[in-house]
């Protein structure tokens, strides 16, 4: 099952999930604020995809953390800061259960579904 994680009203992640529901792609969706993360799913992300990749360091949220954390974050660290702080999280978080996405674009998606877009 496809899993979309973010914020339901993050306009990068409504805009996903419009593509999704117009291309016919099942999906479900993962709110960060209302149902959390825990650490083992973030380390995942973060072997996956990096550090980086996961992070989105553009946010309020990274803004609201004091300096200490943001200046020590790293992959060992970051599990338990984004698990305390979920919309630290760059969105939309894509699962396909085989492969890991971070943002939303257009082109993006449609590589990545063309099956369902013929």
């Given amino acids: ?3 979309v994680y ?3 009203n ?3 992640v409504r805009k996903a999930r419009r593509w ?3 291309h016919a ?3 479900r969706f993962h709110d960060l604020r209302e149902d959390g993360v825990d650490e083992a799913e973030v380390s995942r992300w973060i072997d996956e995809l990096g550090l980086d990749a996961v992070v989105n360091r553009r946010s ?3 803004r609201a953390l004091p300096d200490a954390i943001r200046d020590a974050l790293d992959p060992a660290s970051a599990p338990a800061v984004i698990a305390g702080h979920p919309t630290l999280v760059k969105r939309p978080l894509l699962d396909t ?3 890991l996405h971070t943002g939303f674009r257009e082109a993006d998606y449609e590589r990545l579904f063309e099956r369902h877009t013929l």
């Fill in 1 to 3: 099952m496809i899993t």
């Fill in 6 to 8: 973010g914020i339901s």
């Fill in 10 to 12: 993050c306009d990068t």
């Fill in 20 to 22: 999704l529901e117009a």
């Fill in 25 to 27: 792609i099942e999906y």
């Fill in 60 to 62: 309020t949220s990274w």
């Fill in 97 to 99: 259960g085989t492969s």
